[in-house]
């Protein structure tokens, strides 16, 4: 059995333009006080990281990582949430994902989409010179907008679109092969990937990449209404990463999952700091450790009500609490009886006259 590694903290939602927030160096250093031992980077922030440069220079690599090793953090992985959603995008959000992409190729969506193949290949290139694993990132969405079938969804219209979206994503899987890493996609609402089943259609359509995995975020499930602990059961082989985040669902008479186009804080599904929310995370950390994931367990905050920075310090300590050591031994060893073959075979009167 296998002790999974944490607590770690996903950097995204906390870089800005003042110290410590503005370097990868004041950032680490931050983590560290707060309790983190690991930091998941966001490829798109520059204030963070370059990612083109990573991919090409080994003396780039080796400069972030001992960065991170002076601040006392590893690098868990890489993200590129953003760069991922323009692999597939529906021209319904061309203008408000335009943003997502570099400025050169904004208000193109050939350009754009072709910007973020080579992104996502430049980060293949720069996960292995940093001698990681896995690899965060969204599908994109095509057939999202289509998401209610009413009126009817044209037969034929949910398949073409996940025929494409596997055809995008192979050759970028193809390439994180070569690189050895696993592409982690985060199954999320607005992508086209946001529960089970539409993850299993684009695998197959992948001819079961073995680089198709899954980032598990339980608080997208919950938002769901899904069975976020059966889904470990069901999906644990190819769950590879891990977003520790909460959420809660207060439905009510005038609204439920869809949320009324209110804001967070107005909705029935809400994203809470680690603890304020509904999920059983003591429940996703045993049946992660009954199958033995060794990835890292990585706080993603996102909060309607409290401060980012208190949800960080009081992030770390709750997910050492809910790592599980495991046990090198059974409970009951101290009774066996320290039977051979033959004591067992004499046990089941096989073999006697």
Known sequence: MKTLKGPAIFLAQFAADAAPFDSLAGIARWARACGFEGVQIPSWDARLFDLKRAAESQTYCDEVKGILQDAGVALTELSTHLQGQLVATHPAYDAVFDG??????RGNPAARQDWAVQQLRHAAAASRRLGLAAHATFSGGLAWPFL???PQRPAGLVET???????RWTPILDAFDEAG???CYEIHPSEDLHDGVTFEMFLERTGNHPRCNILYDPSHFLLQQLDYLGFIDVYHQRIRMFHVKDAEFNPSPRQGVYGGFQPWLKRAGRFRSLGD???DFAGIFSKLAEYDFDGWAVLEWECCLKDSETGAREGAPFIRDHI?????RAFDDFAGAG???AANRRLLGIGQG
Not at 100 to 105: I, L, N, Q, S, W
Not at 161 to 167: K, M, R, S
Not at 324 to 328: N, P, Y
Request: glycine content about 4%; hydrophobic content about 55%; cysteine-free.
């Open 100 to 105: 997502f992409a570099a400025p050169e190729v």
């Open 148 to 150: 209610y079938p009413f």
């Open 339 to 341: 039977t051979d073959l």
């Open 324 to 328: 599980i050591k495991v046990t090198a």
């Open 161 to 167: 679109a996940f025929d494409e979206l596997a055809a």
């Open 277 to 279: 929310g509904q999920v």
């Open 181 to 183: 890493v696993d592409v």
